[in-house]
């Protein structure tokens, strides 16, 4: 099993940027496939994005295309969403997801694929 903290949400303006991150610990993720998920309240867990294990594949999500970018760092065994022109539809608690299989053996915008998940990270944009 292996352990994720998400940092970086906060509150910033529509139009604004955030970068979070998503530290893992326990086990190396080099071999994982990672995503983002994100859910705000009253709402069920979207899919965001996901990664590949080598960080050449990568999915979004049709609402965030072309504003986030999901990367990763396996040296350090973290997993990046940069975030631009943020959208008060953007407010959600952001989750960090992992699962040790290859991207094409994992639905990767189904929650249910993931078997790791962060605790979650708190963004807010105001209009």
């Known amino acids: 099993q292996v352990h994720l903290v998400e940092s970086g949400g906060g509150l910033v303006q529509a139009g604004g940027s955030l970068r979070l991150s998503c530290a893992a610990s326990g086990r190396t993720i080099s071999s994982y496939t990672m995503g983002w998920f994100r859910q705000a309240p009253g709402k069920e867990r979207e899919f965001v994005a996901a990664i590949s294990a080598s960080g050449l594949s990568a999915q979004y999500a049709d609402s965030v295309k072309g504003r986030f970018t999901i990367s990763r760092n396996n040296a350090e065994n973290t997993v990046y969403l940069q975030m631009n022109y943020l959208e008060p539809e953007d407010t959600a608690v952001y989750h960090c997801?992992?699962?040790?299989?290859?991207?094409?053996?994992?639905?990767?915008?189904?929650?249910?694929?993931?078997?790791?998940w962060g605790q979650g990270t708190q963004v807010t944009v105001s209009s």
């Open positions: 997801a992992a699962v040790p299989l290859p991207y094409y053996h994992v639905t990767y915008y189904s929650p249910g694929s993931y078997s790791d």
